[in-house]
């Protein structure tokens, strides 16, 4: 029941993709000094698709494709100058390694530079014109009572709407008392399909409190026969938000949505060797890292210290696994009882407010990955004590030991740091939308934009 075919938003934005990549095409064939019809030597064309495809990676790990980027100008300024950077940097190491004629340090320079600027110039327009806000579908809510008020609360600011426009709520019967000003509620003096053809409405959400006897099914049914897209809250929640309200769930939704299957052999036999061998090259690339900070460790709090904190967690189906970091508290930290871990923590040494920043204290789970107790990407695992507790109070919690836990998720990228009940229900929400749709891409695109968390220092 997603808005495939009305959400224009998507269309612009793969608009927007197509055009950095065909910008970073022919800037880096500029840099080489080729015109048109020079284009039909397939080595050229190789390492232009190559450059373009860098960069995108680049732009994607940045997220600089984010569809709810918050960043004003100069922090998209500071995106684009990272990305480039990197692509830079990546790039003269591939010359380096591998001697390629045509990525000379001037030429990589160049392209590098004119994308810069050409892509910096085009999403400065796109601010202005507010490009990624043209052709926005209207959303009509059915229902004005408590579950409709969750809409109103969750998407009331402008960046949480900017693939729709919200037409109003209206008002059905048996809705409860909500919290919705009046001049957004609608109360129908017409036909329902009359009201939607009259106000262009692209999309229908079903939102209201008592749905037996009290949805107008004919007038739904004739406004899908003409095209409009009739949606539940869940699904349209799902869709504008990444994430499951857990607190809207019912168990027929459950059962008959599509995703949840953890099943597919074949991704499970080939899991473990993907975790590992990217396990692997992370730890060649961070050894330095990691070497570093255990030594820092040791400096702020003497030699005697250990360096690394072991501690239970609970996994795969329930199961209790040690996972290893590199501490980042106070030797007696948990004198006084287990605690929730809080982004303002006393107790938390120096050398733990850096590495924990920039999630260099996760690093040693590399270990873990490779035995197979964790996964590079999954919901991350809590500790027994906090587990027991959270099942009680929060429906559906136990659902995200269904699949293996992970270094970083969707959770992750997409909630701050948290340090109660309330916190742990807001990131199910997104652990439960990345079991629904967990796949390699998806995995790999969490994997890209955790780039972004470790290079800005956007880590607790």
Known sequence: MQNKNTNYYAVLLRLLI???????????????????????????????????????????GL???????????????????????????FL???????KQSYYLTQTLFNACLYSFVTTLLLRTLFLKVNFLGFAKRNVLILGSGERATIIENRMRRKIDRQGFNLVGYSRMPGDAKAQIPEDKIIDLDMPLSEYVVRQNIHEIVIATDERRDNLPVEELFSCKLRGVVVSDILDFFE?????IAVNLIYPSWLIFSEGFSSSNEIRNNLDWLFNASLAFILFLLTWPIMLLAY????????????????????????????????????????????????????????????????RIDELPQ?????????????????????????????????????????????AQ??????????????????DLYYIKHRSFLMDL???IQTAEVVILGKGR
């Not at 995106?79 to 990197?86: K, V």
């Open 366 to 410: 590399i270990y873990n990955v490779v035995i197979g107790d964790m996964g590079f990407v999954g919901p991350r695992p809590e500790r027994p004590e906090f587990v027991s507790h959270l099942q009680k109070v929060i429906p559906y919690y136990y659902e995200r030991h269904n699949v293996k836990s992970g270094l970083t998720g969707w």
């Open 445 to 447: 695109l969490i994997l």
């Open 413 to 430: 990228l997409k909630y701050p740091y948290g340090s109660s009940d309330e916190d742990a229900q807001e990131k199910l929400k997104y």
């Open 63 to 89: 997220g600089l494709y984010k569809p709810k980027l918050r960043d004003k100008w100069w922090g998209m300024v500071r995106r684009l100058i990272l990305a480039t950077a990197l692509s830079f940097l």
């Open 239 to 243: 869709a504008e938000t990444g994430q």
């Open 92 to 98: 003269m190491l591939v010359q380096t390694l591998f």
């Open 18 to 60: 197509l055009t950095d990549f065909s910008i970073f095409f022919i800037t880096f064939a500029i840099s080489n000094q080729f015109v048109l019809q020079h284009f039909n030597n397939l080595e050229v064309l190789g390492y232009s698709l190559f450059f373009a495809f860098v960069m995108q990676l680049a732009f994607l």
């Open 295 to 358: 030594l820092a460790i040791k400096l702020e709090d003497g030699i005697s210290a250990p360096g690394f904190y072991w501690q239970e967690r609970v996994g795969l189906n329930g199961q209790i696994f040690r996972i290893v970091k590199f501490r980042s508290m106070k030797v007696d930290a948990e004198r006084h009882g287990i605690k929730w871990s809080s982004e303002e923590d006393d107790r938390v040494t120096k050398v733990g407010k850096f590495i924990r920043k920039y």
